[in-house]
């Protein structure tokens, strides 16, 4: 019985998550001496089957076509379905990224699978059932989800695990994978898409993050943040303050009603740190607060704070990095 | 036709760093309960949409009595009817067996066009009701609405926001949406909204209300997942290193020092 690993994309490009969670799947079968099996759908895809296979899978099951070319949660979810026909995993894992969360719980659901979704933590318990650990009450409380029966299923965060070097020598099979669509599975009509792609680093995977809130007072106030962010190869965040004041867009808020955060240094400036922030990024590694007022709760978190103005502090620090990184 | 939220009663986000992990489940958790904030953009969505395609506003909740309360800011909103989901035979459900509740009691309401939720629960965090509703009653299912932009009684099109953009996609009515907090501000109940909601009767809704639910589906039994070592997260062992200097350019460049030691940059 086979692990089976969901390799989301963006047009044939997988996303790192999807590498990262092959990675540790690549550990937990060498553990279940089973098979690792790679699956994807979409267009255009043998670029990613061979990446599959140099990030671990031995096997990679494609369910490549027009019909597949637009996300389409139905007819992804068909696909999906095959897949686990195909492949008889005892654990399926896929990355937690939007569309993937709703093929992976619309597929579990109609095939009456245990999913643990969101998780930050996977190990084996000594049968070979999946522990999977994931926060609960927005962070604040951690459990370990274990499984009733077989397959076992989880999603999991970006950034969960470390990427795994690929291994160019690897070799392994690509199956084209068939999948018959019925009429409820070609429902969706895709009218448009707007991609908000600009080359910019998303929030989510992101290994720095330059982040703004009500300090920064207004959309002009994130140029200083953006000039740091390019310096470090950072991704810019936001507070919902931020957001809802129109300063920014909504795919940079981080928080409980935004995004879930896990970079190595997260740089908070002019951001109170109120709870609901913090539950977004209180996994970072190492938190800067950048604050005027020295008793804002951001410093109860941040391993170092400077009290000051924002505007004069991110761009000296934007010109100190510059000298010392020679950039 | 009806537009139908589910909703569900929540710790205010200010206390769920009071919750105490072995409190979980215990169906008491000490602080205070509120309706899951990002259920209120689904109300609010549904009462915006009901002035576009008439129809009536009905929430449901499933949970324990105190769920009522859940309800009563929905009425209050400017819902017209609610049911409350209540008995000891649904405790333990996991999202698979929630969900076949509330399918089926949305199934009893009927004549249902648009099931709305929200995009995820603050204290289970799954998000994963909204979409097992569509898998049980074989509905289209779309996520992250950041915009109705068309409904008719046939058809709904939608804003939806993935990853690495914004996609414009329409499915036939009935259909399952969950919101995400771009789609709208939800109002303030009014006085009046708030005194309708006090007034309003709530009657359990329970197992044998429901005849077509299938009880091997619900409770603990049949759960296939089980939350087990349930922990406060490690503390950040930080204590705040405040950085001196009489520049701007003197903390920028003792804080760089620190981060390139710490190997973050």
Redesign the interface.
């Known amino acids: 019985m086979s692990i089976l690993v969901y390799i989301d994309h963006?047009q044939g490009v997988g996303?790192p998550v999807s590498w990262e969670i092959m990675g540790k799947a690549r550990e937990l079968a060498n553990e279940l001496a089973a098979p690792l099996v790679g699956f994807a759908v979409g267009q255009h895809l043998d670029g990613l089957a061979a990446d599959a296979i140099a990030f671990g899978a031995d096997r990679v099951l494609v369910a490549d076509g027009p019909a597949f070319a637009?996300?389409?949660?139905?007819a992804y979810t068909a696909a999906l379905k095959a897949a686990i026909a195909a492949a008889g995993p005892r654990i399926i894992l896929a990355p937690a990224?939007?569309?993937v969360?709703?093929v992976t719980?619309?597929a579990?659901?109609?095939l009456?699978?245990?999913?643990?979704?969101?998780c930050q933590g996977l190990a084996l318990d000594g049968a070979g059932n999946l522990l999977a650990d994931?926060?609960?009450?927005?962070?604040?409380?951690?459990?370990?989800?274990?499984?009733?029966?077989q397959p076992q299923m989880a999603t999991v965060r970006p950034r969960s695990f470390p990427l795994p070097a690929r291994a160019e020598a690897r070799s392994g099979e690509i199956v084209p994978l068939e999948v018959v669509l019925d009429a409820?599975a070609t429902?969706?009509?895709?009218?448009?898409?707007?991609?908000?792609?600009t080359g910019e680093i998303?929030v989510e995977n992101a290994n720095?993050i330059v982040s703004g809130g009500r300090g920064v007072k207004g959309p002009e106030g994130f140029a200083p943040l953006r000039e740091l962010a390019k310096t470090?190869g950072a991704a810019v965040g936001a507070s919902r303050a931020a957001v809802d004041a129109g300063w920014i867009p909504?795919?940079h808020q981080v928080g409980?009603?935004g995004k879930s955060v896990r970079p190595?240094?997260y740089i908070a400036c002019g951001i109170s740190g109120a709870?609901?922030h913090l539950?977004g990024m209180?996994n970072s590694?190492?938190?800067?607060?950048i604050n005027k007022d020295?008793d804002a709760p951001i410093?109860?978190?941040?391993?170092?704070?400077?009290?000051?103005?924002l505007f004069?502090?991110v761009?000296?620090?934007n010109?100190?990095?510059q000298a010392?990184?020679g950039r | 036709m009806k537009y139908i939220v589910c909703v569900k009663l929540t710790?205010d986000?200010?206390q769920?760093?009071e919750?105490r992990?072995e409190d979980?489940g215990s169906g008491d958790l000490g602080v205070t309960m509120v309706l899951n904030?990002?259920d209120e953009f689904a109300v609010e969505e549904a009462l915006q949409l009901q002035e576009r395609v008439e129809g009536e506003v009905v929430a449901i909740t499933l949970g324990n009595e105190d769920s009522v309360e859940a309800l009563k800011r929905a009425v209050a909103m400017g819902v017209e009817s609610a049911v409350l989901l209540s008995d000891p035979a649904f405790d333990g459900s996991?999202?698979?067996g929630a969900?076949a509740i509330l399918a089926e009691a949305i199934k009893q309401q009927g004549d249902y066009g648009l099931i709305l939720t929200g995009r995820q629960s603050?204290?289970?965090?799954?998000?994963?009701v909204g979409?097992?509703i569509?898998?049980?009653l074989?509905l289209?299912?779309?996520?992250?609405v950041?915009k109705v932009v068309d409904l008719t009684e046939e058809a709904i099109?939608v804003r939806r926001?993935?990853?690495?953009?914004?996609?414009?996609?329409?499915?036939?009515l009935p259909a399952v949406i969950s919101v995400?907090?771009?789609i709208n501000e939800p109002r303030y109940p009014n006085f009046m909204g708030i005194k309708k909601a006090a007034r309003m009767k709530y009657p359990a809704v329970g197992a044998d209300d429901l005849p077509g639910l299938d009880r091997g589906q619900i409770g603990a039994g049949p759960?296939?997942?089980?939350?087990?070592?349930?922990?406060?997260?490690p503390a950040?062992k930080?204590k705040?290193?405040?950085?001196a200097g009489a520049?701007?350019?003197e903390?920028?460049?003792a804080?760089?020092?620190?981060?390139?030691a710490?190997k973050?940059?």
């Open positions: 963006f996303k637009q996300f389409r949660a139905a990224t939007a569309g969360r709703d719980a619309l579990a659901c109609e009456g699978i245990g999913l643990a979704p969101d994931r926060p609960i009450f927005s962070g604040n409380i951690i459990t370990t989800v274990t499984f009733r029966g409820r429902q969706e009509e895709i009218l448009a898409f707007e991609t908000t792609q998303s720095i470090l909504y795919p409980q009603t190595d240094l709870i609901q539950a209180s590694k190492v938190i800067v607060a020295q410093f109860g978190v941040a391993q170092y704070g400077i009290v000051g103005d004069e502090i761009p000296a620090l010109a100190a990095f010392r990184l | 710790p986000t200010e769920l760093v919750v992990p979980v904030p990002w996991d999202a698979w969900a603050v204290d289970g965090n799954s998000g994963l979409p097992a569509a898998a049980k074989g289209p299912y779309v996520s992250q950041a099109t926001a993935l990853d690495e953009g914004v996609q414009t996609v329409r499915v036939p995400s907090k771009e759960a296939l997942v089980e939350w087990t070592n349930l922990r406060k997260p950040r930080s705040c290193q405040f950085i520049t701007a350019a903390k920028a460049a804080l760089v020092d620190k981060l390139i710490e973050v940059v």
